[in-house]
């Protein structure tokens, strides 16, 4: 399994970006998807996850409200709309992959992508 991550880029606060998060060599109906992120000087921190169906999704408190994850399997692929970004949004979001339940423990996830930036100015 394989996973890409892109959409990341520079914007301003206030503004929205939408990452996708596209899985390689298996179904990704199998899959609880989700997603982290690492500030600088920080640790990697969850931001929200989706049971494979779709139907259920969590997400960190930092984000509840403004970020929205959801998934399309026929495409293979999760997303995470980002709206309202505020500075302290700004880090390198990765997507991960598991087949087991969701989780917001990073070590939970066998499957990893490669990380995107998001920059949001203020």
């Known amino acids: 399994v394989q996973l890409q991550a892109s959409g990341g880029g520079l914007v301003q606060a206030g503004g929205s970006l939408r990452l996708s998060c596209k899985l390689y060599g298996r179904s990704a109906s199998s899959y609880v998807m989700g997603w982290f992120r690492q500030a600088p000087g920080k640790e990697r921190e969850f931001v929200a996850t989706?049971?494979?169906?779709?139907?259920?999704?969590y997400y960190a408190d930092s984000v509840n409200g403004r970020f929205t994850i959801s998934r399309d399997n026929a495409q293979n692929t999760a997303y995470l709309q980002m709206n309202n970004l505020k500075p302290e949004d700004t880090a390198v979001y990765y997507c991960?992959?598991?087949?087991?339940?969701?989780?917001?423990?990073?070590?939970?996830?066998?499957?990893w992508g490669q990380g995107t930036q998001v920059t949001v100015s203020s």
């Open positions: 991960a992959a598991d087949r087991h339940t969701m989780a917001t423990e990073d070590y939970k996830y066998d499957y």
């Open positions: 989706i049971a494979w169906s779709g139907a259920t999704t």
